[in-house]
Structures are given as structure tokens and as C-alpha cells.
Nanobody, 123 residues
Framework: QVQLVESGGGLVQAGGSLRLSCGAS????????MGWFRQAPGKEREIVAT????????YYKDSVNGRFTISRDNAKNTVYLQMNNLKPEDTAVYYC????????????????WGQGTQVTVSA
């Protein structure tokens, strides 16, 4: 099995930046496609970004495209989400996920989920 642990969340003012990290343990992290999702209070979980195992293919939710960057360091078993120019609308619990295919991740289906890290953006 694979265990995922997110970190890097916190409180930031609008326009600020945060870098989320997702550390993986268990097995063959490099074989998995990775994704970041978020869930705001009173709303359903939504996709933020996905990254293929090779690191060559990326997808971003339209509202974060150009502001967020997903990346991975397979040697460190870690995936990152760099978030710039944060907006109050970005406030949510952010979850890291690992899946066999990016198509499945796009549907919200993953093999493994992290526990989430809170991101709060004040106006």
C-alpha cells in the first residue's frame, strides 16, 4: 500500500503564496499518477491538478491555471503544489491523491488519499 501525507497548508493573505507537499511511503511512488483535490466548506470535493507518472502531462482546473503549478520529485517520493496569487475562493482542505490513471483521477477516483491540509486565504 501507499500512504500519503500532505503538509504546507496554512493561513495566507490574498495575493500570497503557499507550497503544498505530499510525501508518499509504501511502494513505487514513481509508478502512480498524482493529483491534488480540494474541498471547501459546504461544497463537494473538486479536482485542482493532476500529473502523470512521467511528469510530462499536467492538467489544471481552469480557475487555478496560471497560478498553481503541480510537480513531482520521484527521488524524494514527493509531489508538490505551488500556489501563487491565492484568492479567498481557494480556501479549502487540499488533498493529495495517487491513482493508476489520470483519467480515473479526473473523475475523482484514486487508489490512495492523503488526510488533507487546510489552506485559508483571507481577503
Amino acid at each position: 500500500q501507499v500512504q500519503l501525507v500532505e503538509s504546507g497548508g496554512g493561513l495566507v493573505q490574498a495575493g500570497g503564496s503557499l507550497r503544498l507537499s505530499c510525501g508518499a511511503s509504501g511502494r513505487i511512488f514513481s509508478s502512480y499518477n498524482m493529483g491534488w483535490f480540494r474541498q471547501a466548506p459546504g461544497k463537494e470535493r473538486e479536482i485542482v491538478a493532476t500529473l502523470s507518472w512521467s511528469g510530462n502531462n499536467k492538467y489544471y482546473k481552469d480557475s487555478v491555471n496560471g497560478r498553481f503549478t503541480i510537480s513531482r520529485d520521484n527521488a524524494k517520493n514527493t509531489v508538490y503544489l505551488q500556489m501563487n496569487n491565492l484568492k479567498p475562493e481557494d480556501t479549502a482542505v487540499y488533498y493529495c491523491a495517487a491513482g493508476i490513471t489520470t483519467v480515473a483521477l479526473g473523475r475523482g477516483t484514486a487508489n490512495y488519499w492523503g488526510q488533507g491540509t487546510q489552506v485559508t486565504v483571507s481577503a
